[in-house]
């Protein structure tokens, strides 16, 4: 989602971005930004609207997975923080 969340779009980008390409959309690559540059940051850290992102692909029901693309230094701690916030969505 941090890919698109670095697309100008109308609204929410990452949301914009799901609803205008999930014709084929198989699974999508979690990681947060500020919304300048690919900073694979954990999920929460930064300015995505996750709590839209989650309910746009639960209205989709796509897609059945999701990749944690993390850039953040210790990869088990970021992981665990990672699903911490995923799951409260």
Not at 1 to 24: D, I, K, Q, S, Y
Not at 79 to 89: D, H, I, K, N, S
Request: proline share 4%; with cysteine; net charge negative.
């Amino acid at each position: 989602m941090g890919h698109a969340h670095m697309v100008p779009m109308e609204g929410e980008p990452a949301v914009a971005f799901l609803r205008e390409f999930r014709e084929g959309l198989v699974h999508v690559h979690l990681a947060d930004n500020f919304g300048n540059q690919d900073d694979h940051l954990v999920p929460g850290d930064d300015t995505i609207a996750w709590d839209e992102v989650a309910k746009e692909l639960e209205e989709q029901g796509l897609p059945g997975y999701g990749a944690l693309e993390l850039n953040t230094g210790c990869a088990r701690e970021s992981a665990r923080r990672a699903r911490t916030f995923l799951e409260t969505l």
